[in-house]
C-alpha cells in the first residue's frame, strides 16, 4: 500500500512538473509574440499596360522627396494618377538612396538604355525656367523626355522614410516607408505603369499572418533603407521591361 501511494506522488510530481514547464513554454512564446519583429503587412501596388510595350529607351527622375516639399501629416493627391497619399516625415537623404536604388534595379533590365537623373534635372531646369515656371508638371516630365529622345520617363516620389530607432532585437520606434513610381509614355502622356509600397515595421503578435516575413527577416527589425530595398525587388517583378 505505501508503495503505492509513493508511486501516485511520484506521477503527480512528475505531472505538476510537465504542466509547470508547458505553462513556461507557453508563456515564454507569448513574450515573443509581443516582442518579435514582424510588420504591418506592406501594401505592394502595381498596374501593368494592357499590351505589352515596346520601350527601348528610358529616362529616370529623381526622387522627389514629398515631405520637405509639403511637410508633415499633408494629404497629397497625385495630379498624373489621381490618387491620394499621406505624407509623413523623410529622413535627409532618402531621395538620394531611393534614387541609387532606382538606378540598380533598372540596370538589371538588360536590352534597355537608361538616361540618368542628372541629365533629367539639367533639362527640366532649363525647361522650367523664365515663362514656363508654371507649366504643368506632366508636361514638363513629357517635353524633357522628348527633348532626350527617351520612349518613356520613370519618376518617383517619397512619401514616408523614417528610420528605426533602436538595434536589430530592440527598438523604440520601427522603420516605416512609402513611396511610389510612375512610368509616363512620352508620345501621348499615357500612364504605362505604377508601382507604390507601404509598410511599418510591427511586432508578430499584432500580425500573425506574416509569418513568413518574420522568418525571412530572421526575426530582426529592419533598418528603412533594408526595407525600401527589399520592397524595389517585390515591385519590379511587374516592370513592362523588353
Known amino acids: ?37 514582424a510588420c504591418q503587412a506592406p501594401k505592394i501596388v502595381t498596374e501593368n499596360p494592357p499590351e505589352p510595350l515596346k520601350l527601348n529607351k ?60 542628372s541629365q533629367a534635372q539639367a533639362v527640366m531646369s532649363d525647361l522650367s525656367a523664365g515663362d514656363q515656371k508654371d507649366l504643368p508638371e506632366k508636361y514638363l516630365l513629357i517635353e524633357t523626355g522628348r527633348i532626350l529622345k527617351t520612349d518613356a520617363v520613370l519618376l518617383g516620389r517619397v512619401f514616408r522614410f523614417k528610420e528605426r530607432v533602436g538595434t536589430d532585437y530592440s527598438v523604440e520606434s520601427p522603420a516605416s516607408v512609402s513611396f511610389d513610381m510612375i512610368l509616363i509614355n512620352v508620345a501621348d502622356g ?34 528603412a533603407e533594408q526595407m525600401a530595398a527589399s520592397a524595389f525587388e517585390k515591385i519590379f517583378k511587374t516592370f513592362p521591361a523588353p
Open 1 to 37: 500500500m505505501r508503495g503505492n501511494i509513493t508511486d501516485r506522488m511520484l506521477i503527480d510530481s512528475k505531472s505538476k512538473t510537465t504542466v509547470l514547464l508547458a505553462l513556461l513554454v507557453m508563456i515564454f512564446f507569448c513574450m515573443l509574440l509581443f516582442l518579435t519583429p
Open 58 to 117: 528610358i529616362l529616370l527622375f529623381p526622387f522627389k522627396d514629398m515631405y520637405h516639399l509639403y511637410g508633415d501629416n499633408v494629404v497629397f493627391r497625385c495630379s498624373l494618377c489621381d490618387k491620394v497619399y499621406m505624407i509623413g516625415e523623410v529622413t535627409e537623404d532618402a531621395g538620394d538612396f531611393l534614387t541609387e536604388q532606382l538606378i540598380l534595379s533598372m540596370k538589371n533590365f538588360q536590352g534597355l538604355e537608361l538616361v540618368l537623373p
Open 190 to 223: 499615357r500612364i504605362l505603369w505604377t508601382g507604390y509600397f507601404d509598410e511599418t515595421q510591427r511586432t508578430l503578435s499584432e500580425n500573425l499572418f506574416r509569418f513568413g516575413t518574420f522568418l525571412k527577416r530572421k526575426g530582426r527589425w529592419i533598418t
